[in-house]
């Protein structure tokens, strides 16, 4: 599922014309394609950090 989610990303991404083309969020905010992406770039790199935190917790490894 996960696969198949990260593909229809890339395909929505990939059909752009142009990182500057601006969406509106939910709160009538307008913001850019880039914008979106890097946001969402942002929070995928945010949970990793908390799920390494949880396996660290339970296997005592940490890294360097």
Same mark, same amino acid.
């Given at each position: 599922?996960?696969? !198949?989610?990260? &593909? =229809? %990303? +890339?395909?929505? &991404? %990939? !059909?752009?014309? /142009?990182?500057?083309?601006?969406?509106? =969020? +939910?709160? *009538? @905010? @307008?913001? /850019? !394609?880039r914008?979106?992406?890097?946001?969402?770039?942002?929070?995928? &790199?945010?949970?990793? *950090?908390? %799920?390494?935190?949880?396996?660290?917790?339970?296997? *005592?490894?940490? *890294?360097?």
């Amino acid at each position: 599922m996960w696969r !198949a989610e990260c &593909a =229809r %990303a +890339r395909e929505i &991404a %990939a !059909a752009l014309p /142009s990182l500057e083309v601006m969406m509106t =969020r +939910r709160t *009538g @905010q @307008q913001v /850019s !394609a880039r914008w979106v992406l890097v946001h969402m770039v942002e929070e995928y &790199a945010r949970h990793n *950090g908390h %799920a390494d935190l949880l396996r660290e917790r339970i296997d *005592g490894v940490t *890294g360097e």
